[in-house]
């Protein structure tokens, strides 16, 4: 079955630092992949996606681009903030927008001031 | 609007007793979904439904039941609450549109304890 694996955690960086968590995926087809956060006591928030190969989603200063020839989706930001410390989710589906999302592990981060 | 809302946030059961975990959404999504959250695990799918009156399992069903008698509401019931059960539950919901847009809205979770 689909399956993502992401980088394993905890990862502290300084403020400023640049950020990559990797993300791959075992999947058929050609699915969509997305970076989920979740804040200390909240819930999931979209971060970005990505559709289709070569597709790169970007928000908040975060980018993730869609490389189906080494099936990964790393997240990168070049220069993290002490409110950037969350965890974050990669994930996959097999049908855009449908009900059933693949999720990684997630890779906790901390931001030193 | 509220988005999905979970009730309740935090519940503390004994093993054994049963409950339900309310989730409502008043975006008019086709979708609905139930997550369990455990730490170095990710989120898993328990139960999906596509619509009022259709529901399926997902990868982890084992000990839950769903109905989706609306198209607002999808509760999670725990028939005989178990340890292993201790988690934190995630709603969601989601819709595809015409043309290929799509999106996905998560509760802000139940923390369950099972002792």
């Known amino acids: 079955g689909d399956s993502v694996t992401q980088m394993e955690g905890p990862v502290t960086l300084s403020e400023e630092a640049f950020l990559t968590i990797n993300c791959t995926y075992t999947?058929?087809?050609?699915?969509?992949l997305f970076w989920y956060v979740q804040y200390p006591g909240e819930g999931l928030q979209l971060l970005l996606k990505?559709?289709?190969?070569?597709d790169k989603g970007s928000n908040k200063g975060f980018e993730a681009t869609y490389r189906k020839e080494t099936t990964s989706f790393h997240l990168e930001k070049g220069s993290v903030q002490v409110s950037d410390s969350a965890v974050y989710f990669c994930?996959?589906?097999?049908?855009?927008?449908?009900?059933?999302?693949?999720f990684g592990q997630g890779t906790r981060l901390t931001i030193n001031p | 609007n509220a988005g999905v809302t979970q009730t309740p946030k935090f519940q503390v059961l004994k093993t054994g007793q049963s409950m339900t975990l309310q989730c409502a959404q008043d975006?008019?999504?086709?979708?609905m979904s139930w997550y369990r959250q455990d730490p170095g695990m990710g989120l898993r799918l328990i139960h999906y439904s596509v619509g009022a009156g259709i529901t399926d399992q997902g990868e982890v069903p084992n000990g839950y039941n769903v109905s989706r008698s609306t198209t607002e509401d999808f509760p999670l019931r725990l028939l005989s609450a178990a340890p292993s059960q201790t988690s934190v539950y995630f709603c969601a919901s989601s819709y595809i549109r015409t043309g290929g847009s799509y999106g996905y809205t998560f509760g802000s979770g139940t923390r369950l304890t099972v002792v």
């Open positions: 975006m008019n999504h086709e979708y």
């Open positions: 990505a559709t289709k190969a070569d």
């Open positions: 999947a058929t087809g050609y699915p969509s």
């Open positions: 994930a996959l589906s097999q049908i855009q927008g449908a009900q059933k999302l693949v």
